[in-house]
Structure formats: structure tokens, C-alpha cells
């Protein structure tokens, strides 16, 4: 079976680490949200990028989900010596990555170029493509700040202020990266990972031409939210600043134009019975590997059952 | 006494700790060489003033004199991972200047003014300046392999192809940085540190105007050379495939237009018969603190008996 996930950063890396550990590498490949990539002192750092390379290379920091295990911050202390803010946790390791690929990127490379020649590197056989070549940023809409940088929400802001909304600057000029189309085109279902809709998933299908064509294919879900909490990260909290009240039925809600298969947890089995789309009931929450495994696997079974 | 040092890196940086062991910051301005300055994966490094100032601040390496102290070298290894050459040997703590250099650089500031707010950051108050703001690259000619740039030659061919020429590229257009004119008018003396003749000094020489106002100045330089050897660097092995057999009378000879005073290893006093300014031979060789602050004394001691 050939699949096509759809990623934001650690929840979209955890279920891609589960589809790799069930499929080949030419049977999945990974379309990451570029939304959220920034600059920081001049590097470009791609958050949800890195987050799923270094989580298939097998050099993400498993306490946290993302970041490089065994990482130490030399570089970024010192950056604080000379008076820079310390907004962003880069480590060291981290730092060679966002150090090359600005390099690359100022040489004229593509994200997309620059990904694959990384992940090469790190003997990566998986295909991880960013969602688009050309910058794309969130832009978060807040009630009593204005539309902040979503890093500037995400980060230095806490997720505190409230949205009333959501904007991806440079989506106009934004098309998918080469492979995305054919990528899609080619697979017998897509699988949207349990990342942030509103701000991982929503960009990648924002880029021009994306929608368009998931509309045309199996496209698979899996929740964000049991009950009405996100196990990380602040989708509830937009749902509910947003007038809406959190749950998987919201999240199926918010995916509709395009889906055909809903994953929720066990504990909202109940809700089934509410969604007008084929929905299976597991255990959603991934603590290890393992939970990676099998919640991928129960993915592939309702694509199967969807076939 | 007010005091302005010339300096490239290491033997530099030495004599002028020296110096400011017996002078206050507003006592002492030291000059740069920035003919090293090169560009590595995108990150402007910047060897003879960084040396310098980790050297004033107490951070620089005891042992090999530049680079810092207890140093770590995880992005260096993490950038190879990605493919890339290692010519340099770049620690975290290190690149975290280049980061920021880069990235200030980058947004329109000068090197004099980064270099002033990077010392702020450090505790140095010495006034440490590069030659200029403008890039000036020095090349070296060769008989084999043509013109390379610097840290070609220095770093990745070792020192080994034969020299055959110098050329400052940029110097038409770099004028002094802001302050170097001022220091010089104000010092009592300028100090000519045991750097590299060739491409230490001579690219600081090289900027518009100042040689001509080092003619006008008791200016009283150290040999780099003891016998017919540096303590380090190419500058002895420079003279002899230029021609020129290295001696501290040959160091004294290429600073003949401004020279006004000569410090020589006591090894080497005998030569003090054939030296056209006034010459003191002394212990030139700095082990360690101590040596650095008595050879400082030196220098200005006699610089006294000039004035």
C-alpha cells in the first residue's frame, strides 16, 4: 500500500516513525508543514522539517520529540553572552543542520533539494518533502495583539494570546515542492497525522493545488484531540478561542472537504456514532514505539476497509 | 603612554595581553589585521580579531592561542555528518561569534562596531578595532598553484605551496575603520606586534593613509624571527622563497619606511651592529603571562629612551 502522511512537528513525526515501521521507503512518503519555519540570528530553521528527519534517523531527543538526543548548547549560551535573546532552544547538533541549510539555501538550493541531501546524510530512506520550495508563514490573528509570527505565538508568547485566526503569508506564491503532486497522485491513501489542524496541516493543504487533489483521494485522519485536549501543543485551546468546542467531531468537522476516514480514541468511541465518515476507535495515544506501530497499523487496516 | 599595537593573531595577541598587563584601556588601542577574514559555509570568521579579543577577555585557548578555552566541537562534527568539508577547526563556543557577526553583518552593521559591542559583551575595554570595515582579503601568489586565497594556503595547503607574491584584495577600496587615524594621531608610539610580516602587518599598512601616518610616529616593531625560525606560521619560510634570508634584520629592513625602534631575541644580538634604528635585544619568546608582561616593559622602555 502506497501512503502519503501529512506531518506537523513531534505528533506527525510519532505516527510517521509507526507508517516506516510498517512500509518501505518507496511506499511512504512524508509531506511536512513548512508554516512554521523562521529565522533566528539569520539561520533558517525548518521546526517540523527537522522534527520528522531526526525522528526516522533516529536522532530525535525522545524526551521532548524534537531537537537531537544527547544535545548540548554551547552555542546558543554564548549567543546569550553577547547579548542575543534566548528565545529558542537550539542545540548544538541542531545548529549544523540550520547552519548548512541556510548556506545551501543562500547558494540558490532548494528546501526540498537541501532535505533530501540531509536526509541522505543521516541515512534516511524515507521521502520527506516540505510541503512547498517557497516560504510560506503562519501568521496567528490575536485579539489583543494583533497577528503575530507564529514562532513569536508559539514560543516567546506561550501560546497565551487569543486567536480569533489564522494567515499564511506567501501562500499565493506557493506551490507544492517537486514530488508533492506525484507523491499524492501515486498513493492509495493519505494519512493526516495527528498535528495541529490549524496550524500543520492547514498550510500544507493551503499550497496552491494541494486541496484540489486530496479531494480526489482516501484520505485518513487521525485525532489530535481526545475529549477535548490535545496531548500537546494548543489546537484545543484555538478550537475554543475560535468559538468551537474541541473534540475529534470538531477536528473530523474541520477536515470534511476532504475526508473519508476518521481515527479517534477509545475513549470517544461514543462519538462514532456522530461522524459522517467511516471511524475507527484505538488507543491514540503514542508512548513508545510501539504505540507508533500499532496506531499506524490500525490506519492501514481502516485504508484497507475504505479500499 | 598612550599606545597603539599592530596585530595579526597568536604572537599578537601575546605581546599586546602584555601590553595591557601594564597599560589602562584608555592607554591602549590595538589594530587588527583583517586580510584573514573568510567566509565558511556562509559565517564570516573573522581569526585575527577574534584571537585577539578572546585573548583580552580570558577566553582564549592556553594551549594553542586561538580558538577558547575548554572548547567543544559538536556542530563542527555534526556539519561533517552533513557532507561537509572540515578545513577549519570551529568550536561551538567560537561559532556563536561567527553566528552573530554573520548575522549583524548581515543586517548593515559595521565590523568595528560588532567588534566594539562583541568586546562590551566579553569585558574587554580595551579598544580593540579591525584595520577596516571594508573586506580586504589577502592572496597569496604561488609558483605552482597560482593565487589562493589565505586560508587556503594557511589552512587546507598548509603553508606548503611556495610563495611567490601578496595581493590585498579590496584594499583600493577599505579606509581605515573608524578611530584607527584618531589612535594613531594620539599614540606616543605605534607597537608593530611579532606577527607575520608579510600578511599580518603588511595588509594593515596596506589601507589608505595608513602607512603615511606611521611616518610620522615613533613606531618600534618585535621580531617575529629568532635565528632564522618563527616561533610559528609561515613568515620565516615566506623569506626564503621570496628571496630573502629570514633574520630579525630582514623583519627590520621590511619595515624600514616607518621603523623607528627594533626589538630582537638576545639570541640574536649580535645583529644589533647592523640595524640602522635603535635596537634592543631582550627574551622575545612569550611562554607565558609573565613573559608577555616583561617583553611588553621592553618595548615600552625603549619606546621611552626614543621619545
Known sequence: MKIVALAGGVGGAKLVDGLAQLLSPENLTIIVNTGDDFKYRGLYISPDLDTVCYTLAGLANPDTGWGRNGETFQVLENLQKLGVLKWFHLGDQDLATHIERTYLINEGLFLS?????????????????????QPVSTMVDTIDEGELPFQE?????KCEPKVKGFRFAGI????????????IMQADSVVVCPSNPWVSIDPICAVNGLCDILATKINVAVSPIIG???????AAKMFIELGIQPSPLAVARHYKKFLTGFILDKMDEKLKQEMSVPTLATKILMKDRDDRRRLAQDVLNLIQSLQ
Open 228 to 234: 477535548n485536549r490535545t496531548f500537546k501543543g494548543p
Open 113 to 133: 533539494q537541501i532535505t533530501r541531501s540531509f536526509c541522505h546524510s543521516w541515512g534516511v530512506e524515507y521521502s520527506i518533502l516540505p510541503m512547498s520550495d
Open 153 to 157: 505565538y508559539f514560543v516567546r508568547r
Open 172 to 183: 499565493d506564491a506557493a506551490v507544492p515542492a517537486p514530488g508533492v503532486i506525484e507523491a
